[in-house]
């Protein structure tokens, strides 16, 4: 399961994070973002140990989604070292294609 992410723990999550990060900045009314949705979790129990996966609701924390440049969802970010080192946009992606581009970073 991906963790949650909140502005409050985004630091000590993600940018503080020893491995590598994939953020999914999503929302509850985006249909593309609930289908992914699934696969960004199975990915999650995937790559446990080696890297992260997290969800950002765009709607409960706007200050990330600002931050990072969120104009359409889903976004996701790989994160390594506290940088972003890739983007993906929109849902049409597979959970193979997500772990590699995501274990390539570890």
Partial sequence: M???????????????SSVPVLVDFWAEWCGPCKAIGPIIDQLADDVAGQAKVGKVNVDNARELAVKYGVRSIPFLLFFQNGEVKD?????????DQLKAKLLALA
């Avoid at 991906?2 to 503080?16: G, M, P, Y």
């Fill in 87 to 95: 983007q993906i946009v929109g849902a049409n992606v597979t959970k």
């Fill in 2 to 16: 991906a963790l949650l992410l909140t502005e409050s723990n985004f630091q000590a999550e993600v940018i503080d």
